[in-house]
C-alpha cells in the first residue's frame, strides 16, 4: 500500500491548494458586485441566446495559435520519457524545438495577434 | 555534419530572415528579400562543389549523387524565382515581405530534405513541410478574393492528396513492417497485396504534387490567382522535388519489380499528355494557358518515368532543368508584361516584338524550348524522354507524345505571332524591373546553353541514376 | 470472447476514411470539408498504431505523432485560410466560392 503514498499525497496537495486560493482571494479581494460582474460568464459569448452566434474573429485566431503549442506536448510526452537514457543531448534537441517553436509565438506577439481588438 | 551542410543552411538563412522581419520597420520591408535571395545564391554556389557524402541518420537520409542534383536545382530555381518576385508591387508584399520569403525558404527546405528523404516518416514530413508553405503563398494577397478562394481550393485538394499519401503509406508500413524504404525495395518483389495497395494510393498522392492528370484541377486555378513571380516557381520546384521522390519510392533497389509500375505510369502519361495539351488549346489566359502546358509536360516526364530504367530517370532529370528554364522564363515575362498591362490576357503581348523586341525575343525562346523546337533546351529533353521509352519498347507512347507535341507548338505560336505580326496597341516600351529582368536572362541563357550544349548535363544525369537500378 | 484481431482495427479505419472522403466530397461548407479532411487522417493514425501493436514495432508510434502534428499544422492553415476567405467574401460555402472557372 505504501506505493500509493505518493498518489494520497498529491492528491491532498491538490484539494489543499484549491480550497486555500479560494479562502484567500475570498478574504484579500474587494467586493463590489454589479450587474455585468454577476452575469453568468461564458467566454465572451452572450450566455442566452440561439447557440448559432457568429463568433468573433479573434477566437479563432488565438484558438490557432492554442492549437500549436498545444500539439507542441505530443513530441514533449515521449521525450520526457526517454530523456535519462538519452542524456544532455535530446535535452539540447528539444531546446532547439522549443526554440523554433518559440519564435513563431514572438512573432505573433509582435504582430499584435494576442492582443484583443 | 557535412551531410546536412544545405539544410542547415537555408534554416540558418532563416533565422537571419526572421531576425531582419522583427527590426524591419516602415511601410515597405522589401529589402529581407534581397537576404533572402543572396543567402540563396550563395547556397547555390555553395552546393556547386559538395560532393557525396555517406547515409546518416542509421540510413533515413542520403546525400548520394541523385541528391544533391537536385538540391543543386531546388537552389538555382529558388533563386531565380526569388529574384523575380523582389518586386512585387502591392501592400502584402511590401509590408509582409519576411513572411513571404521564409515560407518561400521554408518550403525549400522541405525540397532539400525531401530530395535525400529514404524512410517513410522522413518522407511524408518533408514533403508536407514543402506543401504546407505552398497553401499560404498562393493566398498571400488575402484581401483578394481570388488569390483566397486559389488558396482553398489548392489546400483543400493538398490536403486531401495528402491524407490518400498518409493513409497509402500506412498500408506501406504496415506490409513491411519497417518504414525504411530500403525494407520497401526487398519486400516489393513478393508483390504482397498490402504493399501494392499502399504504393498505388501513394502515388496518387503524388500524383496530385506533380499535377498529372485526374489531380490536376487545382493548377489553372491556383496559377490564374497566385502571385506570377511565386507561380513560375510553384510551377516547376515542387513537381521536381515530387519527381525526385517518385524515382526514390518507387525505383531506387528495386530491381526488377521496377517493371510492375511501367502500365501505371504509361497509363497516366497517355491521359496526361491528351488531356494537358488538348485544354491548354482553348485558353486566352496566358498563365491558365501555361498551366495546361504545364500538365502536358509532367506527361512527357512520366513517359520517362515509365522507361523505368537508368537513362529514363537521368532524361526526365534533364528535362526537369530544360522544362524548370523555360516555364518559369515564360511566367516571368508574363508577370512583366501583365504589371505594365494589367491584364494577363493573350491580347496584352499583341505587339510585343516592336514595343520591347528583347523581352519578346526572350518569350519566344521560352516557348520554343517548351514546343521543343532544335536548339533550345526543351528540344533535346522531348528527343531523350521518347529515345529512352522507345529503347524500354514503349513505341505507341513515343507516337501519342510526337503527336501532341505537334498540337502544343500550335498554340505555343499563337503566341509567337500575338507578339511578332500583330500590331502593338501602343508603342511605348514595356518597363522592366532590374531584378525581374535579371531573372529572365538567367532563365534565357539556361535554355540557350542546354540546347547548344547538353552533352554536360546529360552525362551529370545519366552518373546520378545510374545507382539506382 | 477473443479480442479483436488485426483485420478489425483495418476495417475501422477504412471506415473512417470512407466517411472522411465521403463528407469532403459532398460538404458545401469549408469547415465541414476540414473535419472530413481530419477524419482521413484520424483513419491513417488508428491504421498505424494496429500495425504497430500487432506486429509489435514502435515505428509505426512515432509515425502516429508526426502525423498527428502535420495534422495540425495542415488544419492551421486550413482555418486560417477559411477564415480570411470569410472577411473578404462573407461566406465559407464552397458553392459560393466561383471567382474562377473550373
Not at chain 2, 116 to 129: K, P, Q, W, Y
Not at chain 2, 154 to 164: H, T
Not at chain 2, 427 to 440: D, F, G, I
Amino acid at each position: 500500500m505504501s506505493a500509493y503514498l505518493p498518489v494520497l499525497i498529491f492528491a491532498v496537495l491538490i484539494v489543499a491548494f484549491g480550497v486555500v486560493s479560494l479562502a484567500v482571494a475570498r478574504l484579500a479581494r474587494p467586493s463590489r458586485p454589479d450587474v455585468v460582474k454577476l452575469a453568468n460568464y461564458e467566454c465572451g459569448a452572450e450566455p442566452i441566446g440561439p447557440a448559432w452566434v457568429r463568433f468573433p474573429v479573434g477566437f479563432y485566431l488565438v484558438a490557432l495559435l492554442f492549437i500549436i503549442f498545444d500539439t507542441l506536448a505530443v513530441f514533449l510526452f515521449p521525450w520526457a520519457l526517454v530523456l535519462k537514457p538519452l542524456g544532455l543531448s535530446a535535452f539540447w534537441v528539444m531546446a532547439a524545438f522549443i526554440g523554433i517553436v518559440g519564435l513563431g509565438w514572438i512573432y505573433a506577439y509582435r504582430e499584435g495577434v494576442l492582443e484583443w481588438k | 555534419m557535412i551531410a546536412f551542410a544545405l539544410e542547415i543552411g537555408v534554416g540558418a538563412l532563416m533565422l537571419l530572415v526572421f531576425i531582419a522581419t522583427l527590426v524591419a520597420r516602415g511601410d515597405d520591408r522589401r529589402w529581407v528579400g534581397w537576404l533572402a535571395a543572396a543567402g540563396t545564391l550563395a547556397l547555390t554556389l555553395l552546393a556547386l562543389p559538395l560532393s557525396p557524402a555517406p547515409a546518416q541518420l542509421g540510413g533515413a537520409f542520403v546525400q548520394d549523387g541523385l541528391a544533391l542534383f537536385a538540391k543543386r536545382l531546388f537552389l538555382a530555381a529558388t533563386f531565380i524565382g526569388l529574384l523575380g518576385g523582389l518586386s512585387l508591387p502591392g501592400r502584402p508584399f511590401l509590408r509582409r515581405a519576411g513572411e513571404y520569403h521564409i515560407l518561400v525558404l521554408a518550403s525549400l527546405l522541405g525540397m532539400l530534405v525531401l530530395a535525400s528523404a529514404r524512410d517513410l516518416v522522413l518522407l511524408f514530413v518533408a514533403f508536407e513541410l514543402m506543401s504546407i508553405p505552398l497553401y499560404i503563398l498562393a493566398g498571400f494577397a488575402k484581401r483578394e478574393a481570388g488569390a483566397v478562394e486559389a488558396a482553398l481550393k489548392f489546400f483543400l485538394v493538398g490536403s486531401v492528396s495528402s491524407a490518400v499519401m498518409a493513409y497509402g503509406l500506412s498500408f506501406v508500413y504496415g506490409a513491411v513492417r519497417t518504414t525504411s524504404l530500403a525494407g520497401v525495395a526487398k519486400a516489393m518483389p513478393d508483390g504482397d497485396g498490402l504493399l501494392i495497395l499502399g504504393l498505388l494510393a501513394v502515388f496518387g498522392g503524388f500524383g496530385f504534387k506533380i499535377a498529372a492528370f485526374p489531380f490536376h484541377m487545382w493548377v489553372p486555378d491556383t496559377y490564374e490567382a497566385a502571385p506570377t513571380p511565386f507561380v513560375a516557381w510553384l510551377s516547376v520546384t515542387p513537381k521536381a522535388a515530387g519527381f525526385v521522390a517518385l524515382f526514390r519510392v518507387y525505383f531506387e533497389g528495386m530491381g526488377t519489380a521496377v517493371s510492375f509500375w511501367v502500365p501505371v505510369a504509361a497509363g497516366l502519361a497517355t491521359l496526361t499528355i491528351v488531356a494537358g495539351n488538348l485544354m491548354a488549346l482553348p485558353q486566352q489566359n496566358a498563365k491558365r494557358l501555361l498551366a495546361y502546358s504545364g500538365i502536358a509536360h509532367i506527361g512527357y516526364m512520366l513517359v520517362g518515368f515509365a522507361a523505368t530504367s537508368a537513362s529514363g530517370t537521368a532524361m526526365v532529370l534533364f528535362y526537369l532543368v530544360a522544362y524548370v528554364f523555360g516555364n518559369m522564363g515564360a511566367f516571368l515575362v508574363v508577370e512583366a508584361v501583365a504589371r505594365s498591362e494589367g491584364s494577363e490576357h493573350l491580347a496584352a503581348f499583341r505587339g510585343l516584338a516592336q514595343r520591347s523586341p528583347l523581352l519578346a525575343l526572350a518569350m519566344l525562346l521560352f516557348l520554343l524550348s517548351l514546343g521543343g523546337i532544335p536548339f533550345v533546351a526543351g528540344f533535346w529533353a522531348k528527343l531523350y524522354v521518347f529515345w529512352a521509352a522507345a529503347t524500354a519498347g514503349l513505341y505507341w507512347l513515343v507516337l501519342l507524345g510526337a503527336l501532341l507535341t505537334v498540337v502544343a507548338l500550335f498554340y505555343y505560336l499563337i503566341v509567337a505571332k500575338r507578339m511578332y505580326i500583330e500590331a502593338p496597341p501602343a508603342t511605348t516600351r514595356v518597363p522592366l524591373e532590374p531584378m525581374l529582368a535579371l531573372a529572365v536572362l538567367l532563365c534565357a541563357l539556361g535554355v540557350v546553353i542546354l540546347g547548344v550544349y547538353p552533352k554536360p548535363l546529360v552525362m551529370a544525369a545519366l552518373r546520378v541514376a545510374a545507382p539506382l537500378f | 470472447m477473443a479480442a479483436p484481431g488485426l483485420s478489425a482495427y483495418l476495417i475501422l479505419a477504412a471506415l473512417v476514411f470512407t466517411i472522411g472522403l465521403f463528407g469532403v466530397l459532398t460538404r458545401r461548407n469549408a469547415i465541414g470539408i476540414l473535419l472530413g479532411i481530419e477524419l482521413m487522417l484520424n483513419a491513417v493514425n488508428i491504421n498505424l498504431v494496429a500495425f504497430a501493436r500487432f506486429e509489435a514495432d514502435l515505428a509505426g508510434l512515432v509515425f502516429t505523432l508526426f502525423v498527428i502534428a502535420i495534422t495540425v499544422a495542415e488544419v492551421g492553415v486550413g482555418l486560417a485560410i477559411v477564415i480570411a476567405i470569410f472577411r473578404v467574401r462573407r461566406t465559407v460555402d464552397a458553392d459560393h466560392l466561383n471567382l474562377l472557372r473550373g
